[in-house]
């Protein structure tokens, strides 16, 4: 088995190519199956708290498509995928849905995290900090508000 193997993308790189950029809570998961790959795919509702770019602000709600997931009794892992669960909150980097992915979702809301594992920053309530695969966020407004906002 081969592992793919992470680069770390820049702070300054995500902000640049995401399409959208938001602050939310995972608030619901399904997962479904993509019939003629077989691969599974979850689907993530996500309840904006605040929207960086690429939104208007009308729009309170995305959903976030990632392959992977369990049907029934069969589980699919991607290593390089975003690790996300209901009830996280955090900041995430969207990129819209490709032509592949794009079949399956029903709304124009979609998206898929860019740069993979690193489109999400996750807040950590009790400490008040984030995190994301290579970085540690001390300060949410400092290290991650006012760096999107410039």
Known sequence: MTEAQVVSISFQERIKNSDAIIEGKVIDQKCYRETSSQTIYTESRISI???FAGL???VSEVKLITPGGSIDNEIQLFSSNIEINKGNIGVFFLKKLNSEIQKLSD????FVPYSGPQGFI???QNC???SD???KYLII???IYQ???Q
């Open 49 to 51: 708290y605040k929207t």
């Open 56 to 58: 208007p602000e009308t």
């Open 107 to 110: 709304t124009e809301n979609s």
């Open 122 to 124: 996750k807040y950590d």
């Open 128 to 130: 008040k900090t984030a």
């Open 133 to 135: 695969l290579f970085s």
């Open 141 to 143: 407004e400092k290290d």
């Open 147 to 149: 760096f999107i906002q």
